[in-house]
């Protein structure tokens, strides 16, 4: 059975930096592409960023390029959002997501995590 579990969300004050874990299993890990996404009330989800499985390239959402960074550890099974400079507009729930392609559509990806909660204070 295929599980992502995220973890390391929590309530900062704006400018602070929280780091976001998503560990794989059930999966040939090194053959997928990993990516968060986020939902705040009301709005639609939102593609935050990638990375391959071939190359380990990475892609990001212009607002979080230069804050955020994205990696992975292919012998933890594991993949870590690093978010600095945090800013209320980034509060939501985050989501990790796995697929064989990598792209920047929710709907493009076939397994998801249950979800870690980001607030960010002003």
């Known amino acids: 059975q295929v599980q992502l579990v995220e973890s390391g969300g929590g309530l900062v004050q704006a400018g602070g930096s929280l780091r976001l874990f998503c560990a794989a299993s059930?999966?040939?890990?090194?053959?997928?592409?990993v990516a968060w996404f986020r939902q705040a009330p009301g709005k639609e989800r939102e593609f935050v960023a990638a990375i391959s499985w071939s190359t380990s390239n990475t892609y990001y959402l212009s607002s979080v390029k230069g804050r955020f960074t994205m990696s992975r550890d292919n012998n933890k099974n594991t993949v870590y959002l690093q978010m600095n400079s945090l800013k209320p507009e980034d509060t939501a729930v985050y989501y990790c997501?796995?697929?064989?392609?990598?792209?920047?559509?929710?709907?493009?990806?076939?397994?998801w995590g249950q979800g870690t909660q980001v607030t960010v204070s002003s």
């Open positions: 997501a796995a697929d064989r392609q990598t792209g920047t559509k929710a709907s493009g990806y076939v397994y």
């Open positions: 059930g999966l040939p890990f090194r053959s997928y592409a």
